[in-house]
């Protein structure tokens, strides 16, 4: 019965919020859940460094896309993706640090790399449409 209820709430509420609608939105959650897997290879030593940094940055990515598209005016929103934008770039520049310190292989470098080069441009692309 208890999870019939969660799976009735659940249906209830998609849908419910516009970020949900959003391929950037779901495009960064779908990175983020890359990020945290890629997040725990990561030596102990790093835990509270660039494991922390780079699961924040990506967090910040797909909660800034979400804040943003609350309804509020588009100058709002885009200050949101500028936000958004910034915490991507942060994201690819801590994929250089893991790489520079051989965390990461050249394959998953290179995924990562270009799946946020794909979000960055959805991004600037969401920004430019706000004008």
């Not at 924040?56 to 800034?64: C, G, H, I, K």
């Amino acid at each position: 019965m208890y999870a019939t209820f969660n799976f009735y709430v659940l249906i209830n509420t998609i849908m419910a919020f516009r970020f949900e609608e959003l391929n950037i939105w779901k495009k960064a959650m779908d990175l983020n859940d890359s990020i945290f897997l890629f997040a725990k290879t990561l030596p102990k030593d790093e835990l509270y460094v660039l494991s922390s940094q780079i699961k924040r940055a990506s967090d910040s990515v797909v909660l800034n896309i979400a804040e943003g598209s609350t309804g509020q005016t588009k100058a709002s929103f885009k200050l949101f993706l500028n936000y958004a934008l910034r915490s991507a770039i942060e994201v690819v520049r801590c994929l250089f640090i893991a790489k520079r310190r051989s965390y990461i292989d050249d394959i998953q470098f290179k995924t990562l790399y270009d799946d946020y080069e794909v979000l960055v441009k959805m991004i600037t692309n969401m920004r430019k449409s706000l004008d």
